[in-house]
């Protein structure tokens, strides 16, 4: 693994967040100001191109790129993350499981862990038609 592997990983998260929400290819790093463009552009190697990251994103992640990379479609994405997590939510509370949502994921007792784990895969199963990838992180 490349000495500089997580603050890569860190700068391609950022830039698929960014090709997401655009409706073009990547000419400049994403960011609000000069600042925070420039954060971004450090997560990389001398010399790499947002333009080229783009397309090394677009190509690695072929199976989706045609319906969401590139195709302003953040706000759906949010959406169907936000309905995941509310169902998710209540069907835990129905359970009698307390749960607090943390971004992408729930907090739970750790003797509720693997239900939690559980009802999540079966509400993206449900809500989104694919088996999604759920870590049980007991720190």
């Known amino acids: 693994m490349r000495p500089d592997w997580l603050q890569v990983r860190e700068g391609r998260k950022r830039l698929v967040n960014a090709i997401i929400a655009s409706r073009k290819i990547l000419k400049h790093w994403p960011g609000e100001t000069p600042s925070e463009r420039s954060a971004v552009r450090q997560m990389f190697p001398a010399g790499t191109k947002p333009i080229d990251e783009d397309r090394a994103i677009k190509a690695r992640h072929h199976a989706i790129a045609e319906v969401w990379l590139g195709r302003g479609r953040i706000g759906e994405l949010m959406r169907q993350e936000s309905d ?10 129905s359970k009698g499981i307390k749960a607090l949502p943390l971004h992408d994921s729930v907090i739970v007792a750790r003797r509720h862990c693997l239900t939690a784990k559980l009802v999540m895969e079966e509400e993206a199963l449900r809500l989104i038609g694919v088996l999604i990838p759920v870590k049980i992180d007991s720190g």
């Open 84 to 93: 995941l997590l509310v169902a998710v939510l209540l069907r835990l509370i």
